[in-house]
């Protein structure tokens, strides 16, 4: 038997080529920069970021496979500069000799420190090896900024759910897959197995091969598969209400967070979680309304919201419902206030539709010289007790107004600072 029958399945179906590839349109759709550069086999270095089951390595596996260059794959948990430098030699030699391309992977990529990414950064400016960094987390925070700056940056975003059922029926009938096998599956194990995974494909792959693998065929040779199987497959309950009901409670929590309605929001995070709901889910909506929904009226709330979240998360259930609840009451009974997302919507707004974004010359960066300057000077704010009044914002924006506080809470308080800063005389000479 070989090594690819003994494979999991979901590396027995990793697809090979672009056609086969499912999700993440929004970067590799049809004329989209990516493809046309796969294409042309002209992707320089770039890193994909985003969450597992996502499709980062298996991209990575196509560009290599789609073009005339080497392939080299390391893991960042295992590997160092050492073989970094034995990947760069062996690259430049092929280049020299065979003018070919070697590409690098580097799964998890984050984890390597400022020494080992530096060990790399000759060998890409000079076009030695492609760099390709695979990783679940965000690269401008994660790694160093001498690497990124040099990699384009492609997000990967959860696979939808169209694509999940598609790929796993696929999986089912291909001769990679379980193509010689007489498998039933109901769809509602189909749609089971897309919820408890989230969007990784991966994970969804992985309890499909156990329900198949584990599942004994009836008097037909036929493998059934339920949710109740399927349930068992990813040790994860099913929602016990379809999907449009389980849209309308989570909006009813949303609503009852904002109406500051402590008992009726509690309840309906409990019943989501009762239905099978991740719990998670609730603590990231509460996340997001402690900014939408309180925002500057009362800012412990976004903290409490989170320590809530990173608590639930090590905790798990049922004593991680306990920093949910007191999360949930406080953001309830917090004054309210949206001045938080009125001012990104409009500062957002006024980004798409704002032409002239050119930086005030006091405010640009002095350490390269500018083809036009006015002289202008800096005022340091702290030279003159910690505010001096200057022109931020481009010409064109220069009375722009983003940020309006309410009068609710602790940001009625600004509203007199904001007051006494904008009746300050300008001094940006």
Known sequence: MSARTMAPLYERVRPETLSEFVGQKHIVGPNSLLRRAIAADKLGSCIFYGPPGTGKTTLANIIAHSSNAYFEKLNAVSSGVADAKR?????????????????????????????????????????????????????????????????????FLPIEENDIIEFLKRAVSSPKGFGKLKINIDEQAYKHWVWASAGDLRTALNALELAVITTPPNKDGCVKIDKTIAEQ???????????????????????????????????????????????????????????????????????????????????????????????????????KSNSVVKAMSAAKEAVSSTKDDNVPHYLRDRSYPHIIDDNSIYKYPHDYGGYIKQQYLPDSLKDANFYSPSNNGEESLLIERLKKEINKPKDNK
């Open 87 to 155: 990947v760069i030699e062996e690259a430049e030699n092929r280049l020299k000799l065979y003018s070919q391309k070697t590409y690098l992977l580097l799964d998890e990529c984050h984890r390597w420190n400022k020494a080992q990414s530096d060990s790399v950064l000759a060998a890409i400016e000079k076009g030695i090896i492609i760099f390709i960094g695979s990783t679940t987390e965000n690269p401008y925070v994660s790694m160093t900024r001498a690497i990124v700056s040099r990699c384009r940056i492609f997000e």
């Open 233 to 335: 497959s990813i040790q994860t309950k099913a929602l016990s209400i379809d999907q449009s009901i389980y849209y309308d409670f989570l909006s009813a929590f949303c609503k009852s967070l904002r109406g500051s309605d402590p008992n009726a929001a509690l309840y309906w995070a409990n019943r989501l979680i009762d239905a099978g709901c991740d719990p998670l889910v609730v603590a990231r909506r509460l996340v997001v309304h402690a900014s939408e929904d309180v925002g500057l009226a009362d800012s412990r709330a976004l903290s409490l919201a989170v320590n809530a979240y990173l608590a639930l998360e090590r905790l798990g259930l049922p004593e991680g419902n306990i920093p949910l609840t007191h999360a949930i009451i406080y953001v309830c009974l917090a004054p």
